[in-house]
């Protein structure tokens, strides 16, 4: 299982940008996928999860503003990031856990730096 991230960049505050995570097979569509981010100093901490039946959970910092969905048909996972603020500068890593072995993944994250 290979994951790969893309979409980080530099933007303003108050902009938007859409992470993707492509998967090297067809699993998203049977196992829960999640975005996490890890700032410089801080432990890696969940900001977003979908389940394989479609729920998804924010971590309260980014509820309302960031949409996590997926398209099983491409094999790949978004997050959709709307009104950034500096304080979510991180790199963003996704990850999947398969529900029938417990192995989880990781992609090599992708560097988000939001400017004030």
């Known amino acids: 299982v290979q994951l790969q991230a893309s979409g980080g960049g530099l933007v303003q505050a108050g902009g938007s940008l859409r992470l993707s995570c492509a998967a090297s097979?067809?699993?998203?569509?049977?196992?829960?996928v999640g975005w996490y981010r890890q700032a410089p100093g801080e432990q890696r901490e969940l900001v977003a999860g979908?389940?394989?039946?479609?729920?998804?959970n924010y971590a309260d910092s980014v509820r309302g503003r960031f949409t996590i969905s997926r398209d099983n048909a491409k094999n790949t996972a978004y997050l959709q990031m709307n009104s950034l603020k500096p304080e979510d500068t991180a790199v963003y890593y996704c990850?999947?856990?398969?529900?029938?072995?417990?192995?989880?993944?990781w992609g090599q994250g992708t560097l988000v730096t939001v400017s004030s």
């Open positions: 990850n999947t856990k398969i529900a029938r072995t417990g192995a989880t993944y």
């Open positions: 979908i389940g394989s039946g479609g729920r998804t």
């Open positions: 097979g067809n699993i998203f569509s049977m196992n829960a």
